[in-house]
């Protein structure tokens, strides 16, 4: 021992090409891991450490809450300050697990006696999964193609615009680990597969319940697992290995998923989660078909006893099933689910689904936006993995197709399609460099044993023979590999752009560029928040669209109507039916709510377009689908949506029209242009002598982009 | 345990005053005051009123105990009280700073009085007369008037006092000066002979006056001031030997004037500044010392972007300005931290010790805080701390648990109420300090890392698989 060592202190500089290539895969992970970190702080330092958006302000709330009161008190949380007056089940309608794993590293750190806030935990639990998420690549590039196709997955994931979209400094949201969460399962079970050991079996068991814990997604793998075994019991490819995995896998994850309590038993009674369990049984049948086929000698007698069981097994389970349905025991799929097999069935059902814009059908734009040329590099990795069928290239291809069909039908699922994008394109990018550096290699060593030899008629003959045989071959691959750095170089500068222009924003403090060039900062939100949390009484119930709630709960500590959940349809619409109606009418809801506020937000003078007038139709849509004293007609003019003077009557003396542009009239936002000009819409508005009878002006911030009113009491009747 | 003896021995001696007063056992009044002048001060929510007092030892025994009375609103709301001797005449004067402590009188007087008795220097003897310069500071002592405003009303405030000064010496000759913030006085109580030339009431003068004669007034008069208030303020110095003192402020401001009513309307702000929210303010003025850096300025939800920093070689000037213009009621929560160079602070005295020379006071001019709590956090390792102050605080020890501290900090705590920006004085804190202690925490983290490769080259190393 002590011999060896010394003899290795002699000479540390001598590294063995093994250990060479060890150091430098290690640093170049190293390096990735950081880069991952790095580039998605660009939000905090164009702005501040900060929560972003709407989802987020909820998951911090409830972080916060669980650092103070301790698990238990989370878990039973009963919040009075959402959706009044029904209040909210927080335990139970949510993924604890980003909760949980922000208060557990918030733990671990306060134990190593570094004092930080929780709101730096939370800030920054995306981007540290997201670097956990490009070393999770590696292995995974590494389980299903070689070490150098993990490594170059590593490297575009980690700048991957349609992954940083969701894992930005700040973005506290679910899919921050869940991404980690799926890959890692999926990484888990390929490797289950593989080896055919309980212990990776288990592994990814473990690996799916973190996931379920995060994340709704995972109906998701739940679904996509099944579909590969089942490919691979159809393409022949049925083994122990696999055996042993998924059943480990779904035994063992849907004990623990069940644990969760927003889950509870849906894996057992959601249609959603039935073709899992059909595999499980199907998987049982074809083991018995097997050993029974190992028993019985004779063809005939088995195919005949084939016939018999797979008619049995069939009809008992479609028997099953529609028992199970039809006593409602099983229940149906979800309008979330239709509407991802079928992306027209949330516009005519469930507008409350359609009126999300991440919920939108992708245009190809976004997909050049998220992906670049990994749009291009994905069709050639899908290739060079048919050419390599393995189990472990067969997932990834169904991971990548099914994946690729979900970003097309939504915007927001880009992000589960990303990470398989990323691995097939980088078995592309890995096997074509490889093949080029090879031929390059192969070149040169023949060009040096020729001079080696010193002979110059071999080296000639031996060149002349290499030319003829594939002409400009040295070029060719030189070019195209300088073609494939140039693309990788321009693919990290997009993801960089990207990443600094579209997704560094926290959308609660809004930045524009003043007419000197000078940044100008709209800090409105918080302002009209915090004048909220400051000013009003402690029990205040603030009324305002839902997608405002859950910051106004964080933020501004107020109870709200409806809140960023939607899980009252109704009540969503009750607010939509109030926003539309006349103010006479309105009253009576709001008086009915028990409201004191009324929060609306207005782009009208600075031009910040999504604002409450642009999803005023929504409002209609949504009231309308339940009231149907609110029809849509009534707000358009020959189909077409306006505010200015040609706008409908009904539009023009709307609550929301009128809490939007109140005393607007008076003001002029814009130099040259009539007193009462919309920004945002670029029209003069077509009411401004707007009166309110129930309602006064309580607060407006500086830039008028939110508007707060307040509920006055009834009048004395005399 | 102090204060409790003191409240039972001033129960007792009014206890005791009570029987002798029907008795009718005379107070030594040795004092006469020869001349009185009074100037009030009513141009912001503080008020000042500076008191020039010629007095006089009628007696027939030197005498060094000047009593001053007041009454129980007035010391209820009273934030200091000062006084100084002036000696020599005209320009050449000179003032000497006195002693001036609460007391109880053994004489109950006809009214409910409080009394502060100053120490003067040197006894004054019998026939010897000496000026005494008193400043009094009132807080919260203005009324709004209506209580509620609305936007585009000016705030009117009530001032009571007596025209006639309290005093429990006989006062041969007194004068009252008001002075109003502008011109505006909806009414004011006369008391001929008074007289009203633009900004400035003048009562008096009034010539012998009997012990404790009063003749309540009260001026009703516009005053826009903002009418800043902070709550609380918490302020935490922590000192890093490695060259830096870390200052985070805790503020509640609230608008303390009268209240807000109705409408807030952002139009009419926006355009008729001079008729609207004349009593609100928007911006805060903070000044803090030189070569100040690092400076945040937020509020439990982010960063608050509108503040500005001039920094010059003498003095930091930090602008503020809240999230919404405060009118009256309104109320916000700020945070301002910044990082001070350690060598401008710190010192070593004599003894081997090392002290913490700071300004004690809120860095936002013109502010009253009800409640000024300073903790002082020492580094870890620091022993037996003891705190200057030159005026009464409360003061205890905490222990706070900073980043890689294993022992905890040693936080000296010292609260003091109603506080002026009058009060804005220097104090010490005194502590011993081992410079090793410094290199503990560097010192744990390295060993930690040691630690970490080592576990991880033995990890290497080690086969810790079954099969062989």
Known sequence: MSNSSTSDLLKPFKLKTKQQELLIRVSILCLVYILAFITRLFSVLRYESMIHE?????NYRTTLYLTQHGFYDFWNWFDYESWYPLGRIVGGTLYPG?????????????????????????????????????????????????????????????????????????????????????????????????????????????????????????????????????????????????????????????????????????????????????????????????????????????QEFLSITVTCAVAAGGIALGVGAASGYISPWTGRFYSLLDPTYAKDHIPIIASVSEHQP????????????????????????????????????????????????????????????????????????????????????????????????????????????????????????????YLLSRYATHCTWVTSEAYSSPSIVLAARGAHGNRVIFDDYREAYFWLRQNTPP?????????????????????????????????????????????????????????????????????????????????????????????????????????????????????????????????MPEYGKPPGYDRARGVEIGNKDIKLEHLEEAFTTSNWIVRIYKVKPPNNRW | MEARIRARVNLALTFFALLFFVAGSSPPRQFVISNAERRIDLSSHIINVHLTLKVENAGTRPAS????????????????????????????????????????????????????????????????????????????????????????????????????????????????????????????????????????IKYGPYEDRPPYSISPIHVHFENNSPFAVVEELVQEIEISHWGNIQVTEHYKLIHAGARHKGVFSRVDYQSRQSSNGASSFRYLLARLPPRVHSVYYRDEIGN??????????????????????????????????????LQDFLFESSDDKRYLNFTFGCPLIGMVVDKLTIKVVLPEGSTDPSPVVPFPVEHHLEAKYSSLDVVGRTVVVLEKKNFVPMHNSHFQ????????????????????????????????????????
């Open chain 2, 429 to 468: 804190v005194y502590y011993s300090f081992k410079p090793i202690f410094m290199l503990a925490e560097s010192l744990m983290l390295a060993s930690a890392f040691f630690m970490l490769f080592v576990a991880c080259v033995a990890y290497i190393h080690i086969d810790l698989s079954i099969r062989k």
């Open chain 2, 304 to 341: 608050i972007s509108s503040s500005h920093l001039r920094t010059d070689s003498l003095k930091s000037e930090l602008q503020i300005e809240p999230r919404y213009p405060l009118f009256g009621g309104w109320k916000a929560t700020f945070v301002i931290g910044y990082g001070l160079p």
């Open chain 1, 362 to 485: 992708t245009a190809w734009s976004s997909f050049m936006f998220d992906f670049h040329i990994l749009l291009f590099l994905f069709p050639a990795g899908l290739y060079f993995c048919f050419k390599r069928l393995s189990d472990a290239t067969i997932f990834i291809v169904m991971y990548g197709l099914t994946s690729m069909y979900f970003a097309g039908v939504m915007v927001r699922l880009i992000l589960v399609a990303t990470p398989a994008v990323c691995l097939i394109s980088a078995i592309a990018v890995s096997a074509t460099v490889k093949n080029l550096t090879v031929l390059l290699r192969s070149k040169n060593k023949v060009a040096q044993i020729g001079s080696t030899k010193g002979t110059s008629s071999a080296k000639a003959s031996s060149k002349a023979s290499l030319d003829q045989s594939q002409p400009f071959q040295k070029n060719g691959a030189m070019a195209l590999l300088f073609g494939a750095f």
């Open chain 1, 98 to 302: 980003l909760m949980v794993t922000a208060a557990l590293i918030y733990r671990l750190l306060h134990f190593l006696r570094f004092a930080v806030h929780i709101r730096e935990v939370c800030v920054l639990t995306a981007p540290f999964f997201a670097s956990n998420t490009t070393l999770v690549a590696y292995f995974f590039g590494k389980e299903i193609w070689d070490s150098g196709a993990g490594l170059v997955a590593a490297i575009l994931i980690a700048v991957c615009p349609g992954y940083i979209s969701r894992s930005v400094a700040g973005s506290y949201d679910n899919e921050g680990v869940a991404i980690f969460a799926l890959l890692f399962t999926f990484y888990l079970f390929v490797k289950a597969v593989n080896k055919g050991s309980l212990a990776w079996g288990l592994a990814s068991a473990f690996g799916y319940f973190y996931m379920v814990s995060a994340w709704g997604g995972y109906v998701f793998i739940i679904n996509l697992i099944p579909l590969y075994v089942l490919v691979l019991l159809i393409t022949g490819r049925y083994s122990m290995r696999l055996y042993v995995a998924y059943n480990c896998m779904y035994i063992l994850g849907m004990l623990l998923a069940m644990q969760i309590r927003f889950v509870g038993f849906q894996h057992v009674q959601s249609g959603e989660h039935m073709a899992a369990m059909g595999v499980f049984f199907l998987m049982q049948v074809f083991y018995f078909l097997d050993w029974v086929k190992h028993m019985l000698s004779d063809t005939k007698l088995f």
């Open chain 2, 65 to 200: 105990e000047v009593v001053l009375a007041l009454t129980p609103t007035e010391v209820d709301h009273l934030a200091m009280v000062d006084a100084s001797a002036i000696k020599g005449k005209r320009k050449k004067t000179t003032s000497l700073r006195l002693e001036v402590k609460p007391t109880e009188l053994p004489d109950a007087p006809p009214i409910d009085t409080k009394y502060f008795t100053i120490y003067l220097a040197n006894p004054l003897n019998s026939g010897e007369s000496t000026t005494l310069e008193v400043l009094y500071v009132f807080t919260h002592f203005l009324e709004p008037f209506p209580a509620e405003i609305a936007q585009s009303e000016s705030q009117l405030v009530f001032y009571h006092d007596t025209a006639l000064i309290l005093s429990s010496y006989h006062i041969k000759q007194q004068t009252t000066f008001i002075k109003t913030p502008s011109t505006k006085v909806e009414s004011f109580i006369r008391m001929e002979p008074t007289n009203r030339v633009g900004t400035e």
């Open chain 1, 54 to 58: 709407f989802d987020p302000y909820f």
């Open chain 1, 539 to 667: 029990d205040a119930k603030v009324m305002s669209w839902w997608d405002y709630g859950y910051q106004i709960t964080a933020m501004g500590n107020r109870t709200v109507i409806v809140d960023n959940n939607t899980w009252n349809n109704t009540h969503i619409a009750t607010v939509g039916r109030a926003m539309s109606s006349y103010e006479d009418e309105a009253y009576e809801i709001i008086r009915s709510l028990d409201v004191d506020y009324v929060l609306v937000v207005f782009g009208g003078v600075t031009g910040y377009s999504s604002d409450d007038i642009n999803k005023f139709l929504w409002m209609v849509r949504i009231g309308g689908g339940v009231f149907p004293v609110i029809k849509e007609p009534d707000y358009l003019v020959n189909g077409e949506y306006r505010v200015d003077k040609g706008a409908a009557p009904k539009m023009l003396n709307c609550l929301m029209y009128k809490l939007s542009y109140y005393r607007f009239g008076e003001m």
